[in-house]
């Protein structure tokens, strides 16, 4: 089958979707139909994080609702989406690259640009590419269908750019392409304001998804044959339910994971400030929810912290890592960290590198800092040099590196459950995650393992990964 969308993984971890995996169609209460587009194919490409990949999902879903299909790569499309990110410069300048591609052989293709690269940019987009025909954020894949349709009858440019505070988390189908892990976004937009960030300017205000609407998507999608959710959100943990029940983020996870034919639920990304030792808890005493927290700290300054406006200090972060350690179940930790950060003194920097070794992370998604529109911090003084950034960043990379092999070298001799989601056939080797969201490549005697939760006894390790076998 087609594979319906490519994914380039920008910034976030995600996990990976199974070789071949058939996909599922879950439909959201339907309005009235549009005229279909029989015969036409698209295609995908999706920059960014966990959320930038599940609106992929839904766009794909509405694609298919208007009689759409995948085609096997961009060269084959009718339509050419690129959803995009601009957390990063790099990613940004990617998009760009891409799009440069097509110049001059669109005559008989669409080119789309979508999500937050589209709310930022907006207009511009046309001017710098001008055989881009369509502009869309995020808040607005709802109106895709009317946007497709009015290319369809002969428009030449169409964008919609509505920061929409309503209907944000539903389209009509979401497209699934993955057989036993599903996400279900239950908050959007952001509320800080951290001088770094893009994410208030093209996400819009902090907004939670009624509780209900949450169950019952976790429901429909246990039904269908999904074992493991993902909660999904800017800063996930600031979940405040609007309706009346009023669940709070604790108390939301527990009835998620009590939803039947769930095995696993995920969740990020987690803000420090929001970190509750009622989550804690709640990770402690359900062994449905996974053992693992994402939670960005981006600098182990508090000089730095401050002048990012991230709301607590390196004391207070710690306090939270303390509680998280307090926990009766071993409770897996990953951490985003930005190097060059404008004013970082070498100080500042190795407190961030002190901070690495006095967490214990098993995992560090880094970066090195690239100024954005719309921000503060575009205009601080005291610029760190590109090749200062990059010395401290391959500096931060290979500390991290010796921390992560000694980590997994603990776990040699275990047993894990792992849920397996993909097969290498060159290595006759599966893979899966487990509940820390550890990589265990593995070895069997048996066949069609995808989907499948496993018993590994870890024989090796590496600084990412761990290998091991089955226990029949």
């Known amino acids: 089958m087609a594979k319906t969308f490519d994914v380039a993984i920008e910034a976030l971890e995600s996990s990976p979707d199974a070789p071949g995996a058939s996909g599922e169609i879950l439909a959201a209460p339907a309005r009235a139909p549009l005229p279909v587009a029989a015969g036409k194919s698209f295609f995908i490409e999706t ?156 996400r819009g205000p902090e907004r939670s998804r009624p509780s209900d609407a949450v169950l019952n998507e976790a429901r429909r999608l246990a039904g269908a044959g999904y074992t493991e959710i993902q909660l999904l959100g800017q800063t996930v943990n600031s979940y405040c339910d609007p309706s009346s029940r009023a669940l709070n983020f604790s108390q939301l996870l527990r009835e998620v994971a009590g939803v039947s034919g769930i095995r696993r639920v995920r969740f990020t990304t987690s803000h420090p400030n929001d970190l509750t030792r009622e989550i804690i808890d709640a990770i402690d005493s359900t062994p449905v929810l996974c053992d693992h927290i994402h939670l960005p700290v981006q600098s182990g300054s508090t000089r730095i912290l401050r002048d990012m406006r991230r709301t607590y200090t390196r004391e207070q972060y710690l306090e939270k890592i303390s509680w998280i350690r307090a926990a009766s179940r071993p409770i897996s930790l990953t951490t985003d960290v930005i190097v060059g950060f404008p004013g970082e003194t070498a100080a500042d920097f190795e407190e961030s590198i002190t901070l690495l070794e006095t967490v214990g992370y098993d995992g560090v998604f880094s970066f090195s800092y690239s100024p954005r529109p719309n921000t503060s911090a575009g205009s601080m003084p005291d610029a760190v040099p590109e090749p200062e950034k990059s010395r401290r960043l391959a500096v931060l990379q290979e500390r991290q590196r010796q921390i992560q092999a000694a980590r997994n070298e603990k776990a040699v001799g275990e047993t894990h459950g792992v849920l397996v989601d993909t097969h290498h056939a060159s290595r006759n080797q599966w893979a899966g995650r487990t509940t820390s969201n550890r990589i265990v490549n593995f070895t069997s005697p048996r066949q069609n393992l995808l989907g499948e939760y496993i018993q590994a006894r870890i024989t090796r390790s590496g600084p990412f990964s761990l290998i091991g076998e089955e226990l029949l």
């Open 47 to 202: 920059f960014g994080c966990q959320m930038n990949v599940h609106d992929s999902e839904k766009v794909a879903g509405v694609l298919l609702a208007r009689g759409y299909h995948p085609a096997d790569k961009a060269a084959d499309a009718d339509l050419m989406l690129y959803n995009t990110c601009s957390i990063r410069e790099k990613a940004a300048q990617k998009v760009f690259s891409r799009l440069g591609e097509w110049r001059g052989v669109t005559h008989s293709k669409t080119i789309g640009v979508i999500g937050c690269l589209a709310q930022q940019e907006g207009e511009e987009i046309f001017e710098r590419a001008p055989w881009v025909s369509l502009v869309c954020g995020s808040a607005s894949y709802r109106r895709l269908p009317e946007l497709v349709a009015e290319l369809e009858s002969g428009g030449k440019r169409v964008m919609g750019l509505d920061l929409d505070t309503d209907e944000t988390f539903e389209t009509e189908i979401t497209r699934r392409d993955n057989r036993f892990r599903a996400y279900i976004t239950i908050i959007e937009g952001c509320d800080y304001a951290c001088s770094y960030c893009v994410v208030p300017h093209t």
